[in-house]
């Protein structure tokens, strides 16, 4: 099983920039549909960017498209999450997670990271 370990959270002002980063060990992310969820305070945790195996986005949430942007460096072992045009709502933790199905489900991931924590300011 992949261990994955999430940092870049912290805080910013809405309208600012942040990247996440997701490392990952144990073994090669390259197998895996990698995505990000996010679960803030009284909500369920939910899917807002993945990219298979192949490299290929999957569909944003209409809450985040256009703003954040996922990607994978397989050499590196490494998943980003590039957050643009922040906006208050985005306050959350920022979960990492592999599946080896091509899934925005959460119940199909079954490697998850630690959380990193993102608030934005108004």
């Known amino acids: 099983q992949v261990q994955l370990v999430e940092s870049g959270g912290g805080l910013v002002q809405a309208g600012g920039s942040l990247r996440l980063s997701c490392a990952a060990s144990?073994?090669?992310?390259?197998?895996?549909?990698m995505a990000w969820f996010r679960q803030a305070p009284g909500k369920e945790r939910e899917f807002v960017a993945g990219?298979?195996?192949?490299?290929?986005?999957?569909d944003y949430p209409d809450s985040v498209k256009g703003r954040f942007t996922i990607s994978r460096d397989n050499a590196k072992n490494t998943v980003y999450l590039q957050m643009n045009s922040l906006k208050p709502e985005d306050t959350a933790i920022y979960y990492c997670?592999?599946?080896?199905?091509?899934?925005?489900?959460?119940?199909?991931?079954?490697?998850w990271g630690q959380g990193t924590q993102v608030t934005v300011s108004s």
């Open positions: 990219i298979s195996r192949s490299g290929g986005s999957l």
């Open positions: 997670a592999a599946s080896g199905l091509v899934s925005v489900q959460v119940a199909d991931f079954r490697s």
């Open positions: 144990g073994r090669t992310i390259s197998t895996y549909t």
